[in-house]
């Protein structure tokens, strides 16, 4: 029989708390992982053919442990019980209502996962934070967990933040820039540190395992998705200027990204960031620095957010302007639904809004995307805050095939950068659209010059064709 060195549970089976726990398993033999959730449908998924979770390499590290080291259970209590790690990997989305709505996480969920691992728990823990949270959670998860220790349980915490992005999840966890574990420096808190650096040294090199604070690790988490999210926000606001003059937002950023000193990464320019992420993680910033009564430094960072969202107006101004100033009744095609190529996860995708503003114009919009399924297309438009079910029913087709859905259509709107949107037949596209048809590139993916050679009238976010 197996008998473990060490028993993790993770708290949590999402796009975070699946991959990242998968491939704790893959790595190390010696260890049981149990991912656990409320939500049973997740984990039914989780145990079929069909994961929950579209990431590339996924499937083939979970069929290989699980059932071996590695399981999916809907029995949290008894897991949590059994584990000597615990990882807390549950949503921590924006607030909806209430204090901080609009701007600080909804810790709730974290919160009565915290509280469950309190109630069962018969032996020590080490509990882990690997959702994204506000600098000083730590401190709230300890108030709970000591008011129910004993002197035969206690908790110790440390903060864990995860860097994964989506569809590169399983290379980024295999060969991670940087893994960083948060304690306290008392001798509990280094001596806990040291059994979670044991499991990454399993396969991440000593030199790359780094350790910080508490508050200094929740913080770099935030300080990351900011500072990342503040380079798209730049390059698109380049973008506009770009548009406006005749420079070219591609040639601009490999000219300044070859700077060592600002490198060439997350430096294109798009319709938009989206994700569960960015947008969450920033506002969260902003909530943090003005209830430190640092309103200057809010106002900085929330800038990266109002620049997203005019990027999104400016796209869909653009679209309008050049469709003759109307696109009411006319027929777009949207390639791509994600909010980034390689995954099927469309939380905070800018197809959403950019469709939301189709639909208020009342254009009909014929949607296609490689991996999204129907059923979450349906969920994300018929959201009251982006349009009715009966709108949708009217003006929204969804399609498997790229080519039907161009049909007939007067543009077409590319949203997502799947590579297949580079090698279409555009020719065989031109023949079965209304003339004169349009292309908007809202991710400077395809060869524009081709395009207009077949007789396309082209538009590409940050150059003024
Ligand atoms: P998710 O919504 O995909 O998964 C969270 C899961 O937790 C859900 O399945 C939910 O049912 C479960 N859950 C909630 N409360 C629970 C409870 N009390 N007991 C058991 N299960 C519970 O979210 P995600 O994308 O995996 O993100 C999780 C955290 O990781 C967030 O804080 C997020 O900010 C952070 N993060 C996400 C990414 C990413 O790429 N998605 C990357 C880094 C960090
Ligand atoms: C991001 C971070 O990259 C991860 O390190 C982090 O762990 C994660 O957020 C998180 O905390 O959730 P993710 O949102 O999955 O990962 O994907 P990214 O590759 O960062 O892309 C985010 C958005 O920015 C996408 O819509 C993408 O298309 C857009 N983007 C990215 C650009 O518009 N331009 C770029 O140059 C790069």
């Not at 975070?16 to 997740?42: F, H, L, M, W």
């Amino acid at each position: 029989a197996f008998s473990p060195k060490l028993k993790i549970c993770c708290i949590g089976a999402g796009y975070v708390g699946g991959p990242s726990c998968a491939v704790i398993a893959y790595k190390c033999p010696d260890i049981q992982v149990t991912i656990v959730d409320i939500n049973e449908q997740r984990i039914k998924e989780w145990n079929s053919d069909n994961l929950p979770v579209y990431e590339p390499g996924l499937d083939e590290i979970v069929f290989a442990c699980r059932g071996k080291n590695l399981f999916f259970s809907s029995d949290v209590d008894f897991h949590i019980n059994e584990a000597d790690l615990i990882f807390v990997s549950v949503n921590t989305p924006t607030k909806k209502s209430g204090l901080g709505a609009g701007f600080a996480s909804d810790l709730a969920y974290l919160e009565s996962a915290t509280r469950r691992i309190a109630k069962v728990a018969t032996s020590s823990k080490i509990v882990i934070e690997k959702s994204t949270v506000p600098c000083k959670t730590a401190e709230s998860m300890r108030a709970i967990l000591d008011a129910n220790s004993n002197d035969l349980i206690r908790f110790d915490i440390l903060s864990n933040p995860e860097f994964l992005a989506e569809g590169t999840a399983i290379n980024d966890l295999l060969h991670p820039d940087r893994v960083l574990i948060g304690s306290l420096t008392t001798p509990e808190g280094i001596r806990a540190r040291s059994v979670l650096a044991s499991v990454y040294e399993h396969w991440v090199p000593k030199e790359k395992i780094i350790t910080a604070n508490l508050w200094s690790s929740e913080l770099s988490k935030l300080a990351a998705n900011a500072l990342l999210a503040q380079r798209i926000s730049s390059i698109n606001s380049l973008s506009a200027i770009c548009e406006a003059t005749g420079a070219d937002v591609d040639e601009v950023a490999f000219a300044c990204g070859l700077d060592s000193r600002i490198g060439p990464k997350f430096l294109k320019a798009s319709v938009g960031f989206g994700g569960s992420c960015f947008q969450k993680d920033i506002l969260n910033l902003v909530y943090l620095s003005e209830s430190l009564n640092l309103p200057e430094v809010a106002a900085y960072w929330n800038q990266v957010v109002i620049m997203n969202e005019y990027q999104k107006e400016r796209f869909t101004s653009r679209i309008i302007k050049s469709l003759f100033n109307t696109i009411t009744n006319k027929n777009l095609a949207i390639f791509g639904f994600a909010f980034k190529k390689n995954t099927g996860d469309t939380r905070e995708s800018a197809a959403i809004t950019l469709i939301k503003y189709f639909l208020r114009e009342n254009a009909n919009v014929r949607i296609y995307d490689p991996k999204v399924p129907k059923e979450q297309i349906v969920r994300d438009l018929t959201d009251p805050e982006v349009a009715s079910v009966e709108k949708f029913n009217q003006r929204v087709q969804m399609f498997d095939c790229p080519y039907e859905a161009a049909k007939g259509t007067d543009a077409i709107v590319i949203v997502t950068e799947w590579d297949e949107f580079k090698v279409l037949d555009y020719q065989k596209i031109y023949g079965e659209m209304n003339k004169p048809a349009f292309v908007f590139d809202g991710r400077s993916i395809v060869d524009y010059n081709v395009l207009k050679k077949i007789g396309f009238k082209v538009s590409v976010v940050g150059k003024a064709i």
